[in-house]
């Protein structure tokens, strides 16, 4: 059983930042793939970014050159560093463990799955 716990999300204006993090139990979090979804209301679930358990981090196109992954094993945490945000960015932004040695953007290889956390970014 793995745990995740996000926690950092929040009420920003447009071109502000945000880190949100991620806490890990359960798994030996030092040979996970971790990564980051979020869901704007009335829309699919979407991949915004992942990192190797070899800390090789893979972006999505929209967020490209603004968020920044990262992670410490030894806190086994995961960060999502939002910059630039924008209105658009506005979502419930979930992490998620996979079993794999690689980043995937299919949310169905994710096995475990935090609760999410809110961001709203206004303009």
């Known amino acids: 059983q793995v745990q995740l716990v996000e926690s950092g999300g929040g009420l920003v204006q447009a071109g502000g930042s945000l880190r949100l993090s991620c806490a890990a139990s359960?798994?030996?979090?030092?040979?996970?793939?971790m990564g980051w979804f979020r869901q704007a209301p009335g829309k699919e679930r979407e991949f915004v970014g992942g990192?190797?358990?070899?800390?090789?981090?893979y972006y999505a196109d929209s967020v490209k050159g603004r968020f920044t992954i990262s992670r410490d094993n030894a806190k086994n945490t995961v960060y999502l560093q939002m910059n630039s945000l924008k209105p658009e960015d506005t979502a419930v932004y979930y992490c998620a463990s996979s079993p794999r040695y690689e980043v995937t953007t299919r949310d169905n290889e994710y096995d475990y799955w935090g609760q999410g956390t809110q961001v709203t970014v206004s303009s």
């Open positions: 359960g798994r030996s979090f030092s040979s996970t793939t």
């Open positions: 990192i190797s358990w070899i800390g090789i981090p």
